[in-house]
């Protein structure tokens, strides 16, 4: 387990995943909901170097907040994402991992199956507004759904398996390929980035939100619940 602190996010209190920040990326304190991350959208990114367990991952869940503050269309990834939440992506190793915004949906790149054999990108309506806070998931092994605010988008079921190795690629939030192309750049906010080794039921997959929902928002939508400590969680960026 790798945990950034409200104190200092950069700063991995495991010593398992340390964060980099590259450019002016910031933390200040939101009103409502603690501490946070700003991106603003020109060449600034965290990136957590390359990571070894996520290499070629065959099951994990992704569970993280954002708000996006502009909806920047004209500086895609090579393989079409927009406005990057996160990736695992260089320019001298294996891309095989983006996920990000255009408009009010949500795009994702994933290099599933061997050889490039589902080298693709997928993108789908998710009702993604300006200056609001959304809740993405997505859980991937024998299928890769799509979660948003709660809800279930879709479900891809040709993606499965192991990735195509990223060898060397780093893991960074809020562009694709820094220190080379970084482009996909996103300005808005982000906060509470986990990633597990393994996927993760509905209910649990919406547990940080519950939880979130509860300490700040004082409702729930569903009960809340603990990850069980069998879930090895591989990255963890708390408030």
Not at 91 to 106: A, H, I, K, P
Request: glycine share 10%.
């Amino acid at each position: 387990m790798s945990d950034w602190s409200a104190r200092d996010w950069s700063d991995d209190m495991t010593g398992r995943a340390p964060g980099t920040v590259g450019g002016n990326v910031v933390q200040f304190n939101d009103g409502d909901r603690g501490n946070v991350l700003r991106f603003d959208g020109v060449d600034y990114y965290v990136s957590f170097g390359d990571r070894d367990e996520l290499d070629s991952p065959s099951r994990f869940t992704l569970s993280l907040w954002f708000n996006k503050g502009e909806d920047l269309v004209d500086r895609p990834t090579n393989h079409g994402i927009d406005n990057v939440l996160i990736a695992q992506s260089s320019g001298l190793s294996n891309d095989n991992f983006e996920v990000g915004t255009q408009g009010s949906m949500v795009e994702v790149y994933i290099d599933s199956g061997l050889s490039g054999a589902l080298d693709t990108s997928v993108i789908i309506e998710a009702g993604i507004t300006l200056n609001h806070w959304h809740h993405l998931a997505i859980v991937y092994g024998t299928e890769m759904s799509l979660y948003i605010d709660g809800n279930k988008i879709t479900t891809w079921t040709q993606y499965n398996g192991k990735l195509d190795d990223s060898t060397t690629s780093p893991l960074t939030l809020g562009l694709a390929r820094p220190n080379s192309d970084s482009w996909g750049e996103f300005k808005g906010l982000m906060q509470g980035v986990q990633i597990f080794d393994t996927e993760l039921s509905s209910t649990k997959t919406l547990a940080p939100m519950n939880k979130l929902l509860k300490d700040h928002l004082r409702v729930g939508i569903l009960s809340p619940c603990s990850l069980k400590c069998g879930e090895r969680l591989l990255l963890n960026e708390t408030q």
